[in-house]
């Protein structure tokens, strides 16, 4: 439209151009400007005073006027050797102002305006106005709301100047009403639809907007519904054609999408072929598929990834696997041959670091697996970029391994990082059904100074628990990744408010530790500390409490020193679907101190993936204790169970052995059973904060050593229960909430049937 304007307007001047006789230029007037300088238009003007202006250069300067975009017309005139150059400006944009704007910030909206050249100061062309409409418009519609409207009005003001007014109607959010999927005849439509994320209205859809359409969100979905069939061995099926429409009045929108499936095809036979420099023999086990097997693109996919990674960890790091397929279609058959090409065996020139501010380079470069010089090695590579990211400095970490330049055999491994705050000042409070309120406060830096090296000091304050503690850990304190720290604390306990035998102790204790890795899962903790403990206990404490303090005395010292083991193959800490934890450990009383005792514990974990969604986990525990030297196992390190940590549905430490109260003894042994279907919040699904999950507990704590206590209920069977979880990484910590039905509880026992823990303690 301005290219147009200019087109006719320098096509008419140029007509008065023609008519203007060749003449020296002696002076150059500028009238008309209210805001832009002279010197401004001078810069642009291609004429000056001295040269010649002839019709050529005449209708040249008007275009570079023009061009400008200041004005909206342009005159030259001759007078007595004196070249007028008459403008008339175009206003510009005193404001902006948007109406009607809740779905967005206003500023949020200037700025998508600014982008399409429309901002406040700039030159006001009509042109960019339409183009700012369809910008706002466009904002709208990604939020789904299509019946968006915008009408702008242009409001004259003083010195040349405008203001513009959005006036937006929002409309109604449009909603997903139906998907339907048609030619499906092996699956039922609602379970091809499960595997969308977009969907219709549901109680969820207000929070992930799911019910909202976006052409990325139904793109990810046709992938998923084809990934589905191919995994099924529909190896021919093909999306014929996806149908989005909307109601007349925007607010409904419809779905659909044709497929044709094919027919199902199985594996018939798997062939090896190309440069096998691996035996065969070893490669074959990495196959996925079998003869036999219905097809599947994922599990082919995962063949021919095992392979190029078997390959590049004998420093193939170019190594190409593609499979080749022959259909028997009357047969419904399929054979692969993989061609093998591992290309060029490379090493590793170089490992680079980038990103690191504050972190030293030693402290990342002690996690590599992969060494410069030596043969490059996938596997390598991947450990070391799992062991950077699981440092916790780091909110990012990538790994590319471009060939090195001027060379056919070497690759340099380049390492980025983006760091992230490592220190925090925390102060916070939480909430438990069995500690009550809990305040906590913690100073600690993970990374301190970039060493690597953990400095905390923490407090927790609890109806039950009460801690404060300064711990250091210096990860890497030989090169081989020994490492070694120290705590100091003071933890103070009254159960006088549990349903546990009342007591209460005061212990004042350091430890030092050390940690030696045996292998990237295995590690073994070694632990000598010294801990003094005040005892007090009343006439409402167990006969065996009494007896305690009396024999020992109101004031205990001891030397425990601990031995622990640790294996975890969890792909997660935070969020696991797979793999396992192990954990054994024991402590000892050593002897030439008041308290001679020790106790085991055992813990295995297990995630198993059922589907994408459904995840099986096990948690088993076993734990023992006693004294040794003729003395007792002390009743403050005695085992407990029940509660949201253990067998929920059941008070907190409350199954086993109780006194003539009623109140829980706890044990020397405890066992604990957990297995639970862990599934994501319906209408959350992705979303790592949450999940939820169906259980089945059972416990037991048993005390096999006599000490002459009157007990009320020596009942010391397995307790079980079962029920409904849920776990919320929430903004002001972990939540957990467990439903929970006690399946069989004596008369003695102390059932819940709501648990929750808000925050997290120490």
């Known amino acids: 439209m301005l290219g147009r304007a200019v087109a006719a307007a320098v096509a008419l001047l140029a007509a008065s151009a023609s008519a203007m006789e060749p003449f020296v230029v002696r002076d150059i007037r500028v009238e008309g400007i209210q805001r832009t300088e002279a010197g401004t238009v001078f810069s642009y003007l291609p004429v000056k005073v001295g040269d010649t202006l002839d019709e050529a250069r005449a209708t040249q300067a008007i275009k570079a006027l023009f061009a400008?975009?200041?004005?909206?017309?342009?005159?030259?005139?001759?007078?007595?050797?004196?070249?007028?150059?008459?403008?008339?400006?175009?206003?510009?944009?005193?404001?902006?102002d948007i109406v009607g704007a809740k779905e967005f910030e206003p500023d949020q909206l200037k700025n998508a305006l600014k982008s399409t050249g429309l901002a406040e100061g700039r030159i006001l062309d009509k042109s960019l106005v339409d183009k700012a409409e369809q910008e706002l418009k466009r904002q709208y519609l990604g939020r789904g709301r299509y019946a968006a409207s915008v009408t702008t009005t242009i409001t004259p003001l003083d010195r040349n100047r405008v203001a513009l007014s959005f006036t937006i109607s929002e409309g109604d959010v449009a909603k997903i009403r139906q998907i339907n999927v048609v030619g499906n005849r092996a699956f039922d439509e609602d379970d091809l639809l499960d595997l969308f994320v977009l969907t219709t209205p549901g109680w969820f859809t207000w929070y992930t907007k799911n019910d909202q359409y976006s052409?990325?969100?139904?793109?990810?979905?046709?992938?998923?519904?084809?990934?589905?069939?191919?995994?099924?061995?529909?190896?021919?099926?093909?999306?014929?054609?996806?149908?989005?429409?909307?109601?007349?009045?925007?607010?409904?929108?419809y779905i659909t999408v044709a497929i044709t499936e094919g027919p199902k095809y199985t594996v018939s036979d798997i062939k090896l072929a190309g440069e096998l420099l691996v035996p065969e023999s070893e490669l074959r086990p990495l196959i996925k598929l079998k003869p036999g097997d219905t097809f599947s693109r994922e599990k082919l996919t995962e063949s021919?990834?095992?392979?190029?990674?078997?390959?590049?960890?004998?420093?193939?790091?170019?190594?190409?696997?593609?499979?080749?397929?022959?259909?028997?279609?009357?047969?419904?058959?399929?054979?692969?041959?993989?061609?093998?090409?591992?290309?060029?065996?490379?090493?590793?020139?170089?490992?680079?670091?980038?990103?690191?501010?504050?972190?030293?380079?030693?402290?990342?470069?002690?996690?590599?697996?992969?060494?410069?010089?030596?043969?490059?090695?996938?596997?390598?590579?991947?450990?070391?970029?799992?062991?950077?990211?699981r440092l916790g400095y780091f909110k990012d970490v990538t790994v590319e391994t471009p060939a090195a330049p001027g060379t056919t055999d070497q690759v340099d491994v380049n390492m980025t990082v983006t760091e992230k705050p490592t220190g925090a000042i925390l102060l916070g409070a939480g909430f438990s059904s069995t500690e009550g309120l809990v305040l906590t406060g913690s100073v600690s830096q993970a990374?301190?100074?970039?060493?690597?090296?953990?400095?905390?000091?923490?407090?927790?304050?609890?109806?039950?628990?009460?801690?404060?503690?300064?711990?250091?850990?210096?990860?890497?304190?030989?090169?081989?990744?020994?490492?070694?720290?120290?705590?100091?604390?003071?933890?103070?306990?009254?159960?006088?408010?549990?349903?546990?035998?009342?007591?209460?102790?005061?212990?004042?204790?350091?430890?030092?530790?050390?940690?030696?890795?045996?292998?990237?899962?295995?590690?073994?903790?070694?632990?000598?500390g010294y801990e003094r403990t005040d005892i007090s206990v009343n006439l409402a404490s167990p006969l065996r409490y009494q007896e305690f303090v009396r024999e020992f005395g109101e004031r205990t010292d001891s030397l425990p020193a601990t031995v622990s083991w640790s294996r975890d193959r969890r792909d997660s800490v935070i969020y696991p679907t797979s793999g396992t934890f192990q954990r054994a450990s024991s402590e000892v009383g050593l002897p030439g101190f008041d308290l001679t005792f020790y106790k085991l514990s055992y813990q295995l974990q297990w995630y198993y993936p059922f589907t994408r969604d459904f995840v099986l986990f096990?948690?088993?525990?076993?734990?023992?204790?006693?004294?040794?030297?003729?003395?007792?196992?002390?009743?403050?390190?005695?085992?407990?169970?029940?509660?949201?940590?253990?067998?929920?549905?059941?008070?907190a430490g409350t199954i086993g052995p109780k006194d003539v109260f009623g109140d829980a003894l706890g044990g020397n042994e405890r066992y604990i059973a957990n297995v639970e279907l862990l599934f994501p919040v319906p209408g959350l699904r992705g979303d790592k904060s949450t999940r939820m999950g169906v259980f089945f507990d059972a416990g037991a704590v048993r005390n096999n050593t006599s000490d002459g206590t009157v007990v009320l209920d020596n009942d010391q069977s397995?307790?079980?229960?079962?029920?409904?979880?849920?776990?919320?990484?929430?903004?002001?910590?972990?939540?957990?909430?467990?439903?929970?039905?006690?399946?069989?509880?004596?008369d003695q026992d102390k059932t819940q049937s709501f648990q929750f823990q808000v925050g997290s303690t120490f």
């Open 618 to 651: 096990l948690n088993g525990e076993i734990g023992y204790g006693d004294g040794y030297s003729g003395k007792p196992l002390p009743f403050f390190k005695n085992f407990y169970a029940g509660g949201i940590a253990s067998v929920r549905g059941y008070e």
């Open 718 to 746: 397995f307790r079980f229960s079962a029920g409904l979880s849920a776990f919320w990484i929430s903004p002001f910590g972990p939540l957990k909430f467990a439903f929970a039905k006690a399946l069989n509880p004596s």
């Open 447 to 528: 990374n301190f100074l970039g060493t690597g090296n953990f400095v905390s000091l923490q407090v927790n304050t609890g109806d039950i628990n009460t801690v404060y503690s300064l711990s250091f850990t210096k990860p890497y304190w030989t090169p081989d990744g020994v490492s070694a720290g120290f705590d100091i604390f003071k933890r103070d306990v009254d159960s006088d408010t549990t349903a546990v035998a009342p007591y209460s102790t005061s212990t004042l204790g350091a430890a030092g530790r050390l940690g030696v890795p045996l292998s990237d899962d295995d590690t073994i903790f070694f632990g000598l």
């Open 68 to 96: 400008t975009g200041f004005f909206k017309d342009v005159r030259l005139e001759a007078e007595d050797g004196v070249l007028l150059v008459i403008l008339e400006e175009r206003p510009a944009i005193s404001q902006i």
């Open 215 to 253: 052409k990325q969100k139904l793109a990810g979905d046709l992938e998923s519904l084809r990934s589905f069939y191919l995994n099924q061995g529909y190896l021919e099926f093909n999306i014929d054609s996806t149908q989005v429409s909307i109601t007349p009045d925007k607010r409904d929108i």
């Open 304 to 389: 021919t990834k095992l392979i190029s990674d078997r390959l590049g960890n004998d420093g193939y790091a170019f190594a190409n696997v593609n499979a080749v397929p022959e259909l028997d279609r009357d047969q419904q058959q399929v054979a692969f041959t993989l061609l093998i090409d591992p290309g060029r065996r490379v090493y590793v020139r170089r490992v680079n670091i980038a990103g690191n501010s504050r972190t030293q380079d030693e402290v990342i470069r002690r996690e590599f697996r992969q060494m410069e010089g030596a043969w490059y090695s996938a596997e390598k590579i991947t450990r070391s970029k799992q062991r950077v990211d």
